[in-house]
């Protein structure tokens, strides 16, 4: 069974940092593309990074360009996001999810649970 | 950035009748339109890609339709666990990918 299973959520002070993991299991995770997808509470799905198979090719949304750090290793089936200066605007459950396989349909094929991120003094 | 928009916000309807979804891009996304599906205190699941194809799984009664910046779902027959919210994605232009900011279908 293909499975996606984010960690490293929590409540944080504005300012400071995490690391979120993403544990893959199921399929073969050096083949397959990865991003960060977050909700903040209420509202909408908002991508926020994008890590391609062997970390080559790495993007990010505007909104976190220059604060957060994705990264993966294929050893270990997982991926991560480094976040740092976190913002109270940073509040949202932060979810990995797949890119489909073939490069040329980019859409997200499998998602985590998401784990939640609360930024607040 | 291309800018998806949904409409509607919310969609009442009693189980077993026609739902209509509507999802329009500021530029035309040929179909590289994918539709998902989130519940309640659950993840988003694909639906829908290449805006008329369902994934693995979705039951016959998931449709979409529309190329460039028109784009449709439809559930025909609504059940009672398809009351949840509904995103389109655009992931012709990326990065960055971008959503719409759903349509909730709600019990009538």
């Known amino acids: 069974e293909v499975q996606l299973v984010e960690s490293g959520g929590g409540l944080v002070q504005p300012g400071g940092s995490l690391r979120l993991s993403c544990a893959a299991s199921?399929?073969?995770?050096?083949?397959?593309?990865m991003n960060w997808v977050r909700q903040a509470p209420g509202k909408g799905l908002e991508w926020v990074s994008y890590?391609?198979?062997?970390?080559?090719?790495?993007h990010y949304a505007d909104s976190v360009k220059g604060r957060f750090t994705i990264s993966r290793d294929n050893a270990k089936n997982s991926l991560y996001l480094q976040m740092n200066s976190l913002r109270d605007e940073d509040t949202a459950v932060y979810y990995c999810?797949?890119?489909?396989?073939?490069?040329?349909?980019?859409?997200?094929?499998?998602w985590g649970q998401g784990t939640p991120v609360t930024v607040s003094s | 950035e291309i800018v998806m928009t949904q409409s509607p916000a919310t969609l009442s309807v009693s189980p077993g009748e026609r739902a209509t979804l509507s999802c329009r891009a500021s530029?035309?996304?040929?179909?590289?339109l994918a539709w998902y599906q989130q519940k309640p205190g659950q993840a988003p699941r694909l639906l829908i890609y290449d805006a008329s194809t369902r994934a693995t799984g979705i039951p016959a009664r998931f449709s979409g339709s529309g190329s460039g910046t028109e784009f449709i779902l439809t559930i025909s027959s609504l059940q009672s666990e398809d009351f949840a919210d509904y995103y389109c994605q655009q992931y012709n232009n990326w990065p960055p990918w971008t959503f719409g900011q759903g349509t909730k279908v709600e019990i009538k």
């Open positions: 530029q035309s996304v040929s179909s590289n």
């Open positions: 199921g399929f073969t995770f050096s083949s397959y593309s």
């Open positions: 890590i391609s198979t062997a970390s080559g090719t790495i």
């Open positions: 999810a797949r890119k489909n396989y073939w490069s040329a349909s980019a859409y997200f094929d499998c």
